[in-house]
T-cell receptor
Framework: NAGVMQNPRHLVRRRGQEARLRCSPMKGHSHVYWYRQLPEEGLKFMVYLQKENIIDESGMPKERFSAEFPKEGPSILRIQQVVRGDSAAYFC???????????FGPGTRLLVL | EDQVTQSPEALRLQEGESSSLNCSYTVSGLRGLFWYRQDPGKGPEFLFTLYSAGEEKEKERLKATLTKKESFLHITAPKPEDSATYLCAVRVDAGGTSYGKLTFGQGTILTVHP
């Protein structure tokens, strides 16, 4: 059973460009979560999605960030007009019903030059 | 605001030297406390979920316990391969919409020397 898959694993962008991060949940999981880990900081929740629905986006910055989990295909975290402060590791996790454990992917390391 | 504090920040042990990591939390409506292991450059690896005070879970050399205000991760006779950052997280009942959100502590960096 394949785990949570994220791609790309590393992404380099220049200031002002767009970054698209993809996440495929574990087979049978319909709940997806995105977290960000800034250098020297802990994991911070960003958004929780189910298929075609955003359940909780309380951790998402108000501007430039968006997330989706379409009926078909992976979940996408999109960062528009990236700035150097967006450089971080972005982790996706998935779960069956949200009462259980969340299983994390390997992360995407975003570097903004 | 929900708070999760882990201690110590870093812990160095000799192989075979048992010890405990602490995770204290200040939340209302706890709906699960989670322990993860994270190796450098990798995603967190799920270890345990605890739901109620008095609950214990074990996996190999690790044992997690939960009280009403804190959790302990006991490591018995650790080996160098147990070296990693151990993360604690909580999930709270916030009227349903935040039921999926985990709030993490800063982690404890464990180093086990041979």
């Amino acid at each position: 059973n394949a785990g949570v898959m994220q791609n790309p694993r590393h992404l380099v962008r220049r200031r002002g460009q767009e970054a698209r991060l993809r996440c495929s949940p574990m087979k049978g999981h319909s709940h997806v979560y995105w977290y960000r880990q800034l250098p020297e900081e802990g994991l911070k929740f960003m958004v929780y999605l189910q298929k075609e629905n955003i359940i909780d986006e309380s951790g998402m910055p108000k501007e430039r960030f968006s997330a989706e989990f379409p009926k078909e295909g992976p979940s996408i975290l999109r960062i528009q007009q990236v700035v150097r402060g967006d450089s971080a590791a972005y982790f996706c996790a998935s779960s069956p019903p949200p009462g259980g454990g969340q299983y994390f992917g390997p992360g995407t390391r975003l570097l903004v030059l | 605001e929900d708070q999760v504090t882990q201690s110590p920040e870093a812990l160095r042990l000799q192989e075979g030297e048992s010890s405990s990591l602490n995770c204290s939390y200040t939340v209302s409506g706890l709906r699960g406390l989670f322990w993860y292991r994270q190796d450098p450059g990798k995603g967190p690896e799920f270890l345990f979920t605890l739901y109620s005070a008095g609950e214990e879970k074990e996996k190999e050399r690790l044992k997690a316990t939960l009280t009403k205000k804190e959790s302990f991760l006991h490591i018995t006779a650790p080996k160098p391969e147990d070296s990693a950052t151990y993360l604690c997280a909580v999930r709270v009942d916030a009227g349903g919409t935040s039921y999926g959100k985990l709030t993490f502590g800063q982690g404890t960096i464990l180093t086990v020397h041979p």
